[in-house]
């Protein structure tokens, strides 16, 4: 015989079934991007291997495949993004404004950004670290002995006030030259204004690629001097476009990890017996509809832009220019620390 508390117990029961079963809504940044029929996606004004525009006005980059990879999922199509270049004072104020909808420009996660921007942090996209890079004819080895040096650097970054505390621990006095804009820093260090310049590894390698009239004449010291966690950014009050962008890397990532690929994800998805591929890419499972999405969501993710390992290798790897080892970027379960929460 049922009592009233086990009818109770039962009604909460069936409710809490169907709001599990029921698909997620949309939210109010993918109901705009939708009916835009475009990603409105900030990246950074040029810099090789994460986000740089060619003479026809065509950007690549590891950020720019994120971007694309987003689109994929939600518009069906990874062509249909407009990107935005923007500087590091306008990043922050373009997303708090409503300028674009995703920003994904080698960003570093702090706990300042979170916590007094208005921003939500997605999740790292690429772990760095910030370095100093020298001419090598300066026969400088260490950050150590940059001593009393003059050191060129972005203002309104992590690495301006990076510097100056790694300065004062150490007891350098070491002499910053502060820039606005990436591209003058840059041109002041190859110009002979300061002894060194400073930046993210990555950023070091792809000035020096890019800029420099002798790659080989430029050395990025050993030193790593802070911790560069780096990744995607959205506006805070919209935790449904919040999870969409999350849960689209953390796809690219366990795809690499489970071996589909852009080239093999449509025959993994029709033949494949592992059931976390099935779930995966939509065959078993339709995870797309937590999410506000259709079931093919990450399939369509991972052929625009591949999986975490191509998009890595293709733009600043070993299939790029660049040749920047994986580090800690490789997967968990290959030495490294780069890790995607488990889609189910």
Not at 195 to 221: E, F, G, W
Not at 322 to 335: A, C, H
Request: aromatic fraction near 6%.
């Amino acid at each position: 015989m049922s009592t009233p508390r086990m009818k109770g117990i039962g009604l909460i029961a069936l409710a809490l079934a169907a709001v599990a079963s029921a698909p997620a809504h949309a939210g109010k940044t993918l109901d705009a991007i939708q009916a835009r029929g475009q990603l409105i996606c900030g990246v950074n004004t040029g810099l090789a291997g994460f986000s740089a525009a060619d003479s026809s006005g065509q950007w690549s980059g590891l950020d720019v495949d994120i971007c694309r990879a987003v689109a994929a999922a939600t518009l069906g199509d990874g062509n249909k993004v407009k990107f935005v270049p923007l500087n590091a004072q306008a990043r922050f104020t373009a997303l708090q404004s409503g300028e674009i909808d995703l920003l994904s420009r080698n960003t570093t996660f702090t706990l300042s950004r979170d916590a007094s921007l208005g921003l939500n942090l997605t999740t790292v996209t690429y772990y760095d670290g910030q370095g100093f890079m020298v001419q090598a004819k300066s026969k400088i080895t260490s950050a150590q002995q940059l001593k009393g040096q003059t050191v060129c650097v972005q203002s309104g970054t992590t690495t301006e006030k990076n510097m100056t505390d790694f300065s004062k621990t150490h007891r350098l006095s070491l002499k910053p030259v502060v820039f606005e804009k990436l591209e003058a820093a840059e041109g002041a260090y190859f110009a002979g204004r300061c002894v060194a310049y400073t930046a993210d590894a990555s950023a070091l390698a792809s000035t020096r690629n890019k800029s420099a009239r002798n790659p080989r004449d430029h050395v990025i010291l050993p030193d790593l001097i802070s911790k560069e966690p780096m990744g995607p950014v959205v506006r805070r009050g919209d935790e449904d476009w919040k999870a969409i962008v999350t849960w689209t890397i953390y796809g690219l990532i366990e795809a690499e990890e489970v071996g589909v690929d852009a080239a093999n994800v449509l025959d993994q998805k029709a033949h494949s017996k592992d059931p976390v591929i099935g779930r995966l890419l939509g065959r078993t499972e339709d995870t797309g509809k937590l999410l506000g999405l259709d079931k093919d969501w990450l399939v369509r993710a991972i052929q625009t832009s591949g999986n975490y390992g191509e998009i890595f290798d293709r733009n600043v790897g070993k299939d790029s220019t660049l040749q920047m080892q994986r580090g800690l970027n490789r997967l968990w379960n290959k030495g490294g620390i780069q890790y995607a929460l488990p889609i189910r």
